[in-house]
């Protein structure tokens, strides 16, 4: 909060404000409650800032990119991580990348496994199997066209006997997001006991590796209710056999908490009954509360003292973008905002500035600043 009124008194907003001190207890955390349990990996398209990065490195046994562009951008930040390299529509060059660079390759169909092979070096693969079945209450089902149906991986069969440099070591799973530990757990459990029949008719029996995916449950209607990392830690441990490896790749619940978007108030006014301040900056900058369809959860800093406020209203908060769709929380009851407020969006460490639209409007892009605790 400090920093953001220094922000706002030397101009300097809107600007995103990473927390490393709080980012880097909260890893330390994570990986405590996973001790004896599956090995880490953080999912990098969450966030690649590159002090994001070297604040969470110490705490993760890798790093898991979804693109020869995040794979090249980790690589500069973190030249020893183990890399794992998955995502939909890997093309002739980023398959080459990944054979180079990653210990793990994330096989989406057997086209691309065919594709792997052909390029006659050796490689470690993990097959993706999207396993049907309900997902009752997540965020994000990951239907579509990511990994194979149980059906359609039975044609990798052929093509790994034919390509012994491509080494299977398992299997991967990511089926969903916005799951809580118990859950979570279950999944991750159904997913096993597909798998390990299958490794083993495969013949992959040392060691075989079973990468159960992110999707931890993050709750933007209460930024102190946290994923149970502790539970879910100690239940994991206990689902794997003798041998097996499990790992997991998170993404939001590891540093959705240490960021925040600040930015200050341009204008209040009532349009068709309805309240509304316009903030500086928008959904181009923050565009997570237009994806997740949520209200971003704020803060408002008074220092307004002339120009237009409201008291005891409920307030639409929208950015600078001309359309109805910028909106970062809508009707959301507030004691006062005024003109040249302070507001600070919290839970803005994970899919905010990295998936935005960016030159919407050319508006000048936010600053970028590091608390390190
Ligand atoms: C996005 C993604 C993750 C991370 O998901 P979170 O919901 O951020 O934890 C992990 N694995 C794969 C394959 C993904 O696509």
Redesign the pocket.
Known sequence: MRRAEELAGSGGLPAFVYDLGALREHVAAIRKALTGGPELFY?A??NPDAEILKTVAPYVDGI?V?SGGELKHVRAVLPKARLAF??PGKTDEELALAVREAERV?VESPHELSRLARIGRDVDVLL?VNLAGERKGV??A?SGP?GMDPEAIEACHEILAGAPWVRLRGI?A?LA??LEAEALVRQSEEILQWARPWLEKTGCTQNPEF?L????A?DYTDPHRRFDWTTYGRQIAALAQPGEILRI??????TVYAGWYVTQVLDVKKAHGQWYAVLRGGTHHIRTPVTKNHNQPFTVLPRGEQGPAVNGAEVTLVGQLCTPKDVFARQVPVDRIAVGDVVAFSMAG??AWNISHHDFLMHPKPGFHYLSG
């Not at 790749?249 to 590891?254: F, I, K, T, Y």
Request: aromatic share 6%; no cysteine; glycine share 22%.
């Open positions: 999912a398209k969450a898991e979804a998955g995502g994330h993706r965020a994000l990951m990511f991967h990511h997001s916005g990468n995916g992110g999707g931890m993050v790749e998170p993404g939001r619940a590891v994970a899919y």
